[in-house]
């Protein structure tokens, strides 16, 4: 049910108000200080204020008061619980400390982030009243729900100008009218007689029977009164005169009850309220509090228990004493996540020292916005002084603006008597950083976008146009990367080995690492790349929002970050690889040189052999970086081929993904070689020239793109910015590649390493010099498990490319793209012998398959699992080893195709050998949906 929101504010006699001239006539918004955005529903220009004796039936009421020559704002709220507000009054006290001056009062209504209703009023100064006058706002659209009611003064000064005096803010919940509700929060001293305030509300029935009675706590006295009320409508106001109490401490207690008009004589209670009166505390106004007795007990004398020096108890309530005038308290806080993003929840969390533990405290926080001068969330907690003085505040959307928080701590004792007796302040400004958001922080030639943009209405959202630098050499090269704030002495190591043009996209979860990537690349690698003529392009991305985690921030984007450096290089030939890559010696001209001889044709890509060195070690050497005069000094190490054979051999370096030494698609397997073994590397060590390889789904090398000719969907971005977690990112890219028909070929002579731990001497220096003050690394495998990508490659291979690729050299029985369709996988079965033997003069033991249906075009994985069953009597099986074994085309002749297998030496005991024959296409990328057949046998060696 709609609610009528009525906002009055109250003149008090002797207040002098003027007219300035109808010229000034205009909005507040006319000065630059004051905020007008938002387009609320309802709004209305500066109107001369509508003055009119106050509403007793208003439940909010604000005082700004002009004392010690600065203005501050006191709000009262009539009903402290959480009913139904149909009415507000804001009342206004000028008195004689008011300076002569016009005033303009913008009062705005808001819920959540949406500006409601905004009324402007003009006070006129020369006008004098005998008693408190009001001027009226209504909205009349309110809905059940929190609200928050804005109040901003201005003094109008000359020329048209505004100037802010005073804020305030209030929330408060409107609830649904319909319900019956019964409010009294304050009662009124004249003379003998207590005139009590009552609210009605949502109580549509004809006739009501209104029951006050008044008991006072110290003895057995009671006064009573009883009213008729004829309800018209659904709100009522009633005043109630009863004689007042000669103690100072009572209990009120308020009953409704219907006259029913069938049956005479019969009351229905439809409503009960109680309240807590302390006539000590009236100044003719008396505020009634809830009633800190409940329904049982009452006080048979002694000092009142709120007036005592100790905690009371009382039945199940517990009355707390004032806080010691003698111990100072302070606020401490932090906020969680520690970087706050807009549009998204957090938590201002505080901690209140100082506190007694006898006493309760009341925390009052105001958050409001920099620029805009809004209140934007305003809520108070309750703390007990035994507790620990730990409070949290949930905020559930941040807003996109510099945000003020003020917070202050006040005793709940004197609070509760109306004394502003704040123990603790605190107020600091909040960065929120807008997710997902871009900029350049380097660019040498036209830039794809100006400004600050989102990354969703960005260039790089879609397919990407190509961008090129004007009169540019069509051999030249980019490399592109991607790094963080930890990453950046490694960037300046990688962009010394490569020695070219260089795109790099960062990535930035905090404001501090925002400033911090902005003042590295503008003071030290942007001008080290100018004063060496080489161009740099660097663009930064803003924490973006993991959408499937609820909210979390994204460890690191990964396609995205990918898309944006392929787009922004400016030459056609880019060369993607990650930040910690170096690159050897000559790389960049061997790349261009294979291109000038025209052994990559424009439906092919190059793939760079990579090395990964997984257990650190002093190989590759780092360059040698120092800095003078405050620029980058950077000399190149060497990176030989020999010296990688030397630490191949050694075992120092590996091909990723696989343990030491040479594997290959005709001997040596591992199931997880489809990343990189395709490369030949056995191949690669001999090679003088360019040549191709087969291409297997998951085959993922550091690949020379010659943008120019791409026909891929992101354009020049190349990645697919949809795999953001770590898992088949770059594999997304060579699926496509293969998809469209490109061929691979692999680059002789030239490599990619690792870099090694030397790097970290080099890092102490420049963190110390740059003052960088670098994050500590992320591990090797953030993010998530890879199911993500996983499930999302899944996706377009089964869904989305499915148009056959004839040039595969390779095929398929699952994988569409590659379809074989003369395999029938209903026809494929295996055969396991059923014993073990040992060939005369070897020790391995070995076993025999045999399996049938295959067709001589597609590609297949074996998979060999032996498991050792324990003698006990428990019997429980142990992994003892897998082995994975090839079978190309190349190596398919008859039908049935038989395999002996060696599963090493055993010693005596029970295994367990399951053989698992999958498409090898699909074999890494589909797990177990890749079997075609599978076969198993039990065995025992003696």
Avoid at 242 to 260: D, M
Avoid at 496 to 514: G, T
Avoid at 545 to 571: H, Q, W, Y
């Amino acid at each position: 049910m709609a609610v009528r929101l009525l906002v009055l504010a109250a003149m008090v006699a002797g207040g002098s108000l003027s007219h300035p001239p109808s010229s000034q006539m205009s909005s507040p918004c006319l000065d630059q200080r004051i905020s007008c955005s938002g387009e609320p529903r309802s709004s209305s220009p500066l109107l001369p204020a509508d003055l009119h004796p106050c509403s007793k039936s208003a439940s909010l009421s604000v005082t700004p008061e002009f004392v010690g020559g600065r203005w501050s704002m006191q709000w009262k709220q009539r009903n402290a619980s959480p009913h139904a507000v149909q009415h507000l009054t804001i009342n206004f006290d000028l008195g004689a400390s008011f300076p002569h001056t016009a005033l303009v009062l913008q009062l705005q209504l808001s819920q959540g982030f949406e500006l409601r209703a905004v009324k402007n009023y003009l006070v006129r100064s020369q006008t004098s009243f005998d008693q408190s006058r009001c001027f009226s706002f209504a909205y009349e659209e309110a809905t059940p729900g929190e609200y928050t009611v804005n109040v901003f003064l201005h003094a109008w000064k000359e020329k048209d100008e505004l100037k802010l005096i005073a804020t305030g803010d209030y929330r408060l919940r409107v609830g649904n009218a319909s319900q019956p509700k019964l409010l009294m929060d304050h009662a009124t001293l004249e003379g003998d007689e207590l005139v009590l305030t009552i609210w009605l509300q949502g109580m549509t029935h004809s006739k009501l029977l209104l029951v006050v009675l008044i008991s006072e706590l110290h003895s057995i006295a009671e006064s009573r009164t009883i009213s008729v009320i004829h309800m018209r409508s659904s709100e009522h106001v009633q005043d109630v005169r009863v004689l007042a109490p000669a103690r100072s401490e009572c209990v009120v207690s308020v009953t409704v009850s219907e006259l029913s008009s069938d049956k005479e004589g019969s009351l229905a209670a439809i409503g009960n309220l109680r309240k807590f009166l302390r006539l000590s505390s009236c100044n003719r106004t008396c505020e009634l509090e809830n009633d800190h007795l409940g329904m049982s007990g009452q006080a048979r004398g002694g000092t009142s228990p709120l007036r005592s020096g100790s905690v009371h108890q009382r039945g199940s309530e517990v009355l707390f004493s004032p806080h010691p005038e003698d111990v100072l308290c302070n606020l401490l806080f932090s906020t969680n996540p520690e970087q706050i993003v807009a549009g998204k929840p957090f938590k201002l969390v505080f901690q209140a020292n100082g506190l007694a533990s006898t006493s309760k405290y009341r925390l009052h926080l105001s958050i409001r916005g920099q620029e805009k001068q809004m209140i934007l969330f305003t809520k108070f907690e309750d703390i007990l002084g035994s507790e620990g003085g730990r409070v949290e505040f949930n905020i559930s959307n941040a807003w996109p603006w510099s945000l003020i928080f003020v917070a202050n701590l006040y005793d709940y004792f004197t609070e509760q008597e109306n004394e502003d007796y704040l123990l603790a302040y605190l107020s600091r400004s909040l960065h929120v950083m807008v997710p997902c958001m871009l900029s350049y922080l380097w660019v040498s030639d036209a830039p794809l976008f100006h400004g600050s943009v989102p990354y969703d209405q960005s260039p790089f959202s879609g397919p990407v146009q190509a961008s090129r630098h004007p009169g540019g050499d069509e051999l030249s090269l980019t490399l592109a990367t991607i790094a963080t704030l930890d990453r950046a002495v490694m960037l300046i190591n990688a962009a010394a080995q490569w020695q070219e043009h260089l795109a790099v996209a960062f990535y930035a979860k905090c404001a501090d690492e925002v400033r911090k990537l902005k003042t590295f690349v503008e003071e030290a690698l942007g001008p080290w790349f100018r004063e060496r003529n080489r161009r740099l392009e660097a663009v930064l991305l803003t924490a973006c929002p993991d959408e499937d985690s609820g909210g979390d921030l994204l460890v690191f984007p990964i396609n995205m970050l990918r898309k944006i450096s392929c787009a922004i290089a400016t030459t056609d030939l880019v060369l993607y690889a990650d930040v910690d890559m170096l690159a050897s010696d000559m790389l960049a001209s061997n790349i261009r040189q294979a291109y000038q001889d025209g052994l990559v044709s424009p439906t092919e890509l190059l793939a760079i052999p990579c090395f990964n060195s997984p257990f650190g070690g002093p190989w590759p050497s780092e360059a040698d970086i120092s800095v003078q005069d405050k620029r980058l000094r950077v000399k190149p190490a060497v990176i030989s081929e020999e010296d990688l054979r030397k630490n191949f051999e050694a075992c120092k370096v590996m091909i990723p993904g696989v343990l030491c030494g040479i594997w290959s698609l005709s001997g040596r397997w591992h199931e997880a070689g489809v990343f990189h073994v395709g490369t030949e590397y056995d191949k690669w060590m001999e090679a003088e020239e360019a040549y191709p390889v087969t291409y297997i789904l998951g085959y993922e090398p550091y690949l020379v793109v010659n943008r120019s000719a791409w026909r891929g969907s992101q354009g020049v971005g190349l990645y697919d910015d949809r795999f953001v977690h770590w898992g088949w990112d770059k594999v997304s890219f060579g699926v496509e590649a293969a998809s469209l028909g490109y061929g691979f070929k692999v680059l002789p002579k030239s490599f990619l390493v690792h870099g090694s731990t030397a790097i970290e001497v080099t890092e102490e220096y420049l963190v110390d010099v740059l003052k960088l003050a670098l994050p500590s690394k992320q591990e090797a495998h953030w993010g998530p498990p890879d199911t993500h990508g996983r499930g999302l490659l899944q996706h377009l291979v089964s869904d989305h490319y499915t148009a056959v690729v004839p040039q595969a050299a390779i095929r398929s029985c699952l994988v569409r793209m590659f379809k074989d369709e003369s395999c029938n996988v209903s026809r494929i079965h295996m055969v396991q012998s059923p014993t073990m033997y040992q060939r005369v003069g070897r020790s391995d033991n070995e076993i025999a398959i045999e399996i049938y249906g295959l067709t001589r075009a597609t590609g297949y994985q074996v998979s060999v699992m032996l498991n050792a069953t324990a003698s006990d009597e428990r019997g429980q099986e142990k992994e003892v080893r897998s082995l994975f074994f090839l079978l190309l085309p190349q190596h398919l002749v008859e039908d049935p195709h038989g395999m002996t297998v060696s599963v090493g030496m055993l010693g005596a005991g029970r295994y367990r050998i399951r053989v698992d024959l999958k498409d090898l296409h699909a074999a890494k990328l589909f797990q177990d949906e890749a079997i075609l057949a599978s076969t198993e046998q039990k065995y025992e060696v003696f």
